[in-house]
C-alpha cells in the first residue's frame, strides 16, 4: 500500500511544470518581439516630422564607391533616391526605355573598370532590363541594378507593379536583395558593389521597396488610417496594428551614420606557378593573342594598365618606331587582321584565352560561336582555318570554372585549365617570355595573308552594286577618317559584320558590340556610357538599320542631356545578314524587308542632326564624314544615313 510520504514528490511536479511554461511562453514572447523589433522600437524614436528618407542613403554610398552617373527612366517608386543623387552631384541620366539605361551602365563598367549604376522602377520597369541584364552577366560586367518595389507591407496583396521581382533576377545576378529596412541599405548596398566586382565580377540587384525610400509623414499616409481608434485600448489596438509595426520597424535607425566607404572586393588573379608552367610547355613559340570583347581592342575591367602592350609583345616585338597597342598599327603584329583573321584569333578578354600551336608552327586561339554581325569562320569569310591537329595544346583562362570549363573534353581539351584574370595572366606570361625570339617566317606569313585580304577588299570595294553606295567602299572610307581618339560602338548584322573586316579600333577599350549574347540594340546605351566615360573621345556608333530602330529614339536622349555622338547607319532595307541564308535556304525572304527610311530626318525631328550619303553624292563621302565630326565637336548628335546597296562580300556567312 502507498504511503502518503511516496506521494509527495509526484505532487511537486506541478509547480515545475508550471515554472518551465511560463518560462517558455515569456521566451516565445521575448523572442516575437524582437522579431517585431519592439526592444530596438523602445531603445529608438521615429523622428515623425522628419523629410529625411532612404534614397539619402541610397545616394550616400554610391558617392562613396565614386559613381559619378546614374542611369534611369523615371518612376514613382525610385523618385526619391533619383533626387537625393542630384543633390550629391551625381548626374542623373534619363534614357526612353529602361534597357536602354543598363547598356548605358554596361558600357560605363567596361570603360571605367567601376560599377555601371542603373535604377529603374518596379514591374514593367525592371522587366524591361532583363536583356541588357543577361547580357552583362556574359560580358562579365559589373553593374548595380537598382530596381523599385512595391510596399513591403502591400507585396503578394495585388499592388500596383508588384511581381516577384526577385525571382525573375537571380538567374541573371551574383547578389539578389531586397531591402526590408532603412537601416540595412547601407550595408546591403556596400555588399552588392563588393559582390559585382569580386571574384567572376557582373550584375548585382536591389530591391528597394517604395516604403524604404520615402520620408516618414508620406509613408505613414498609406499605412496607418487617417483616424486612429480613442481611448486606451484604441491607442494599444493602433500602436499593435500591423501597418504601424512594419512603419517603425522600417525607419527606426535608418538615419544613423554608418560606414560608407568601399568593402574590399576579392579578383580572382592568374596563379603565378600555373602561368609558369604554361610558358614552360611552350618554349620559343610566339602566342597570337585573342584581345578585346570579340577581340576588337577592348578589355574587361579592372585588367592591369600594362595588358595591352603585352599583348602585342606575345606577338612579337613592334616595329621601329611603332608604338606597341592594341588594335593599332596597320602592318605591326599587333594589327587586328594579322592577329584575328589571317591567324584565326577570336575570343572574349575576361572569358577564355585558347591558344594552341598548329603544323604550321603558330599559336592559335579556339574561335567560340560567332557574334551576329561578326565575320564568321569559314572559307566564305576569308577562312581563319582553324586547326585540328590533335598535337594542338590548349591554354584556357577565365575568371568564372563553369564557363572555363564548358565544351571541355567534348570539342577540345586544354593542356592548362587556369581559373584566374586573363590580363594578369598574360602580364606574367610576357614576364616569363622575356628574351624569347619569335619566328620571323610565322608573323611574314601572317603579314603576307593580310596583303592578300587587303587586296581581296579593295577588288570588292571597286566593284559596281545595283543600287545606291557600295558599303565596302563607304567602310574602307570611315576607315580612312577614323580619328586616333575614337570609340567605336557597333549594333547591327551585315554592316557591321562587313565593317569588323574594314574598320579598325584605334586602342584598348576602344571597342564595343552586341557580344556573346548577340543583342542587337546595344547601340545608344554603349555610346551614352561611352561619351560620358570618355568626354574627350569621338564615339562613333555603326547601326545597321535594322538594329538603328532600337536606338531611334534615344537620340532625344543625347540632345536633352546635350551628349554629341556620331550615328552612321547601313541603309540597305532589310535584315540582311538574315536574308543572305533564309533565301537560299528556304527560298523566302519573308519578314526580312524594310525600307529606305529617311532616318536622318527622324533624327531631325528628335533635334538632332541628320545628313544623307546616297549615289547622288557619293563622291562626297570623306566630306560629309568631316561636316558630321565638326556638328558633333559643336555639340551636336548626328546621324548619317547612308544607303546601301548588297554586295556578295559576306556571302555564306551564318546568322546562327
Request: hydrophobic share 40%; aromatic share 6%; glycine share 12%.
Amino acid at each position: 500500500m502507498e504511503t502518503p510520504a511516496a506521494a509527495a514528490p509526484a505532487g511537486s511536479l506541478f509547480p515545475s511544470f508550471l515554472l518551465l511554461a511560463c518560462g517558455t511562453l515569456v521566451a516565445a514572447l521575448l523572442g516575437a518581439a524582437h522579431r517585431l523589433g519592439l526592444f530596438y522600437q523602445l531603445l529608438h524614436k521615429v523622428d515623425k516630422a522628419s523629410v529625411r528618407h532612404g534614397g539619402e542613403n541610397v545616394a550616400a554610398v554610391l558617392r562613396a564607391h565614386g559613381v559619378r552617373f546614374i542611369f534611369t527612366l523615371v518612376g514613382g517608386h525610385i523618385s526619391p533616391l533619383l533626387v537625393a543623387c542630384e543633390k550629391l552631384g551625381i548626374r542623373v541620366v534619363d534614357t526612353r526605355h529602361e534597357v536602354t539605361a543598363v547598356f548605358a551602365a554596361d558600357a560605363m563598367a567596361r570603360l571605367s573598370g567601376t560599377v555601371g549604376v542603373a535604377a529603374v522602377t518596379a514591374g514593367p520597369g525592371l522587366t524591361n532590363t532583363v536583356t541588357a541584364v543577361k547580357n552583362a552577366q556574359m560580358a562579365q560586367s559589373p553593374i548595380l541594378l537598382l530596381g523599385g518595389a512595391a510596399s513591403t507591407l502591400l507585396q503578394n496583396r495585388g499592388a500596383l507593379q508588384a511581381v516577384d521581382q526577385l525571382s525573375l533576377f537571380r538567374p541573371l545576378c551574383k547578389f539578389c536583395v531586397s531591402v526590408r529596412r532603412v537601416r540595412d541599405i547601407v550595408p546591403t548596398l556596400r555588399a552588392a558593389m563588393a559582390a559585382a566586382q569580386s571574384g567572376t565580377p557582373g550584375p548585382v540587384f536591389v530591391e528597394l521597396p517604395v516604403d524604404v525610400l520615402y520620408p516618414y509623414f508620406m509613408v505613414q499616409k498609406e499605412m496607418v488610417p487617417a483616424k486612429p481608434p480613442k481611448g486606451l485600448v484604441g491607442r494599444v489596438v493602433s500602436w499593435l496594428n500591423p501597418g504601424m509595426l512594419s512603419l517603425r520597424s522600417l525607419l527606426l535607425g535608418g538615419y544613423v551614420e554608418l560606414g560608407w566607404t568601399p568593402e574590399a572586393t576579392e579578383g580572382k588573379q592568374a596563379v603565378e606557378d600555373l602561368a609558369t608552367r604554361v610558358f614552360r610547355e611552350l618554349p620559343g613559340q610566339p602566342l597570337c593573342r585573342s584581345l578585346g570583347a570579340s577581340a576588337r581592342g577592348t578589355a574587361a575591367p579592372g585588367h592591369p594598365p600594362g595588358f595591352p602592350a603585352a599583348g602585342s609583345a606575345l606577338c612579337g616585338d613592334p616595329e621601329p618606331g611603332q608604338e606597341a597597342s592594341d588594335g593599332a598599327g596597320e602592318s605591326g603584329p599587333a594589327h587586328p587582321n594579322v592577329c584575328r583573321q589571317a591567324s584565326g584569333c577570336r575570343g572574349d578578354l575576361g572569358c577564355s584565352l585558347l591558344p594552341w600551336r598548329d603544323g604550321t608552327g603558330a599559336v592559335r586561339p579556339q574561335p567560340p560561336p560567332p557574334h551576329p554581325g561578326e565575320p564568321q569562320c569559314g572559307p566564305e569569310e576569308g577562312g581563319c582555318h582553324c586547326p585540328s591537329s590533335h598535337s594542338s595544346k590548349i591554354i584556357i583562362v577565365n575568371r568564372n570554372r563553369e564557363e572555363m570549363l564548358l565544351n571541355s573534353d567534348i570539342f577540345w581539351k586544354p593542356q592548362e585549365a587556369v581559373q584566374g584574370d586573363v590580363g594578369s595572366f598574360v602580364l606574367k606570361l610576357v614576364e616569363g617570355l622575356q628574351g624569347q625570339t619569335w619566328a620571323p617566317d610565322w608573323v611574314e606569313e601572317l603579314r603576307e595573308a593580310d596583303r592578300q585580304k587587303e587586296q581581296t577588299f579593295r577588288e570588292k570595294a571597286a566593284m559596281p552594286v545595283a543600287q545606291h553606295l557600295n558599303p565596302v567602299q563607304v567602310l574602307q572610307l570611315v576607315e580612312e577618317t577614323l580619328p586616333d581618339n575614337s570609340i567605336l560602338v557597333v549594333d547591327g548584322g551585315d554592316f557591321v559584320g562587313t565593317a569588323a573586316h574594314l574598320v579598325q579600333p584605334r586602342g584598348p577599350l576602344r571597342w564595343l558590340d552586341p557580344g556573346a549574347f548577340g543583342t542587337l540594340g546595344v547601340g545608344a546605351g554603349f555610346a551614352l556610357g561611352a561619351k560620358l566615360c570618355r568626354p574627350d573621345a569621338e564615339v562613333w556608333c555603326l547601326f545597321g538599320d535594322g538594329a538603328f530602330g532600337y536606338s531611334l529614339i534615344e537620340f532625344d536622349t543625347f540632345v536633352r542631356h546635350k551628349i554629341p555622338v556620331m550615328a552612321l547607319v547601313g541603309n540597305d532595307a532589310g535584315w540582311t545578314q538574315i536574308s543572305r541564308e533564309q533565301v537560299p535556304s528556304l527560298g523566302s525572304n519573308v519578314a526580312c524587308g524594310l525600307a529606305y527610311t529617311d532616318y536622318h530626318k527622324a533624327a531631325m525631328g528628335l533635334g538632332a542632326r541628320g545628313l544623307l550619303l546616297s549615289r547622288e553624292n557619293e563622291d562626297q563621302v570623306v566630306k560629309v564624314l568631316h561636316d558630321a565630326q565638326q556638328q558633333c565637336r559643336d555639340g551636336h548628335p548626328v546621324v548619317v544615313n547612308i544607303l546601301i546597296g548588297r554586295t556578295d562580300f559576306r556571302d555564306g556567312s551564318i546568322a546562327v
